[in-house]
C-alpha cells in the first residue's frame, strides 16, 4: 500500500510543478514527473510478491507470476511521453529565440 | 474482396501517405504530393461510405476485424457499428474538403510536406480511435492525434502560435495522463483491456465504487480534449493559432473525436451509464453553452470568436447525450455532426478572409461582400447554420435537443439552450455586420477572390449545411438511428462483439 501512496506523492510533486513553477523548463520536468509516477503505477500493478518472470519453460511449474502486459503498456506510454517531451522541448527553445525568456508570466502575448 | 478486411484500412491509408508523403516530398514536384493526399482523403470517404452500405446490407449490429486472428478477449479488434459508421463518415467528409482547400491556402506556409504529413498522422488517430475496440489502444491512437496536432497548432512557428502550442501540449498531456490513470485502474481491477470484456466483467460486479472513480478520471481527461466549459482554457489560444485548414479540423472533427466519441463509448459502452453521470453531463453542457457564448460576444479576433463558439455549441452535444433519452442522444449526435460541417466551414472562410485581406480582425474588415462574394455567402450560410436559423441544418438538431429536454422535463436546460442560441445569432450578427457589410475600406479595393480549389471546397460544405436537414427523413433516418441505437445499447455492446 505504501507504495501505491508513494505513486501518489510523485504524481503530487509532478502537479505542483506543473502548476506553479514559472520557469518553461521546469514545468516540463514537472509534466515528466506525472508520466513516471504513473507507469510507475502501472507497474506495480502487474507486480507480485515473489513472483517470476512469466517465461513458459519445460518441466516448470509457474506458481506466481508477474503480469507482464502492464510492462508492455508502459513501454509504449514511456515512448509517448518521450515524443511529447521532445516536441516541448522544441517548442520551449523556440519561445526562448522569440521572447528570451523561459519565464511562463512574462510569455503571455495571448489575451481573452 | 472479405467485408471486414476494410476495417483496418482506415488506418492503414492515411498512416501509409503520412510517410510516404515525407519520403517522397523531397524530391518530386509540389503537384504530386497534392495528388497522393487528394486521393488518400477521397479514398478514406468512399472506404466509410462503403462501409456504410457494408453493415446496411450484412445485416449484423456490428462487423468485428480480429487483427492476426487472436479472437476478442486476447487480441486487438477493430469494430465497425453504426456509431463507427457515424464518425467515419464525419471526420473523413471534413477531412477530404479540408484536403481539397489547402491545395491553395496553404501556399502561404513553407514546407507542405511535412504539414501533409501531420495532417494524415492526425486523420490515422482520429480513425483508429473510432475504429478500435480496445481500451490502450484507443489512448494510443488518442496520443498520436493529439501529438500531432500539437505540432500543428505550432505550425506558423511564431511568438503567439508557439505559446498557444505550449499551452496546449501541457494541458493536453496532463489530460491524457488522466486518462492513463483511469486505463490502469480498470486494467487492475477487470485483468483486461478489450472494452467489450471489460464491460461484461463491470456489469457481473455490483456497486463498485472504482467504477466512479474512474469515471470522473475520463471525465477529466476527455472533456479536457473535448474543451467543456470547465477545461476549456486552451481551446481560445490553440485553435485560432493553427493555419486556417487545420482550425477546421481541430475544431471540426479532432475535439469531438478525441473528447465526445470518446466519453460516449466508455460511458455508455463500457463504465455503463447512470443517472448521476448523465445529471453531471448536463449541467457541464449547459455551462458551456452559456459561458462560452457570453465570452464570445466580446471577441475582435474572428478566429478566436468561432473557437469560442466551438465550447459553445460542443455545450449542446453534451446536452443532448446527457438527457440520455433516444431523442436526445439523436440531437446531440446530428448537433455533432452539423456542428462539424459548418464550423469547419466558418474557419474555412476566415481562412480565406485571412488570405485575401491578411488580417483575422473584425475592427480592420468592412464591405468584403462586394471583393469576396463567394466567401460572404458561405459564411452567411454557415452563421445562419450555427445560429440556428431554419431552414438550415443546425436550427434542426436544435430544435430536437430542445425538444427532448421538455420531453423529459428539464425545462432550466431548454431555457439556457434557447438563450445561447439567441446569443450565437447576436454574435453572427456582429461577425457578418463588421466583416461582409458597410463601406469597403481603401486599402483593400485591389483584393481579389481567393483561387478555385478554396471556392469548390467551401461551396461543398456549404451545400452539406444547406441540404444537412434532410438527415431526418424517413429514408436517410437510418445513418442517426444506428449510431444511437448503439450507445442506447448501454454494456449489451460486449454481448454483440464477443458473440
Known sequence: ?112 | MNTVNIIPLFVIIPLFSAFFISFIGRFVKRAYINLVSVIACSSLLFLSFSGLNLLRSSAAPALVYKIGGWAPPFGICMVLDGLTNFMLITVNLVAFFVSIYSLNYMDKYTDRPKFLTLFFLMLTGMNGLIVTGDLFNLFVFLEIASIASYALVAFGTEAEELEASFKYTIMGSLASSFIFVGIAFLYGFTSTLNMADMASILSAKQNIWIVNFVAVLFLMGFGLKAALMPFHGWIADAHPSAPASISAMLSGVLIKTLGIYALMRVFFNVLGMTDAYLSVLMFLGSLSIIVAVILALSQWDLKRLLAYHSISQIGYVVLGIGLGTPLGILGGLFHLFNHSIFKSLLFLTSGAIDYSTGTRDLKEMSGLREKLPVTAKTNLIASMSIAGIPPFNGFFSKLIIIFACIQKGCIGYALAAVIGSILTLASFTKVQKFAFFGELKEKYKAITEVPLAMKLSMIGLAIICILGGFLLLPSFRFFLNDAVGVLLEGRDYAKIILK
Open chain 1, 1 to 112: 500500500m505504501s507504495l501505491y501512496l508513494l505513486c501518489l506523492t510523485l504524481f503530487c510533486i509532478g502537479l505542483y510543478g506543473v502548476l506553479r513553477k514559472r520557469n518553461i523548463v521546469k514545468i516540463i520536468i514537472g509534466l515528466a514527473i506525472i508520466e513516471y509516477s504513473i507507469n510507475l503505477f502501472f507497474v506495480l500493478l502487474g507486480y507480485r510478491f515473489h513472483g517470476r518472470a512469466p517465461i513458459d519453460a519445460q518441466d516448470q511449474n509457474i506458481l506466481n507470476m508477474v503480469d507482464p502486459l502492464p510492462q508492455a503498456l508502459v513501454l509504449t506510454s514511456i515512448v509517448i511521453g518521450l515524443g511529447v517531451t521532445a516536441l516541448l522541448i522544441s517548442i520551449a527553445i523556440r519561445l526562448y529565440e522569440k521572447y528570451g525568456t523561459f519565464d511562463i508570466t512574462k510569455i503571455r502575448r495571448l489575451k481573452g
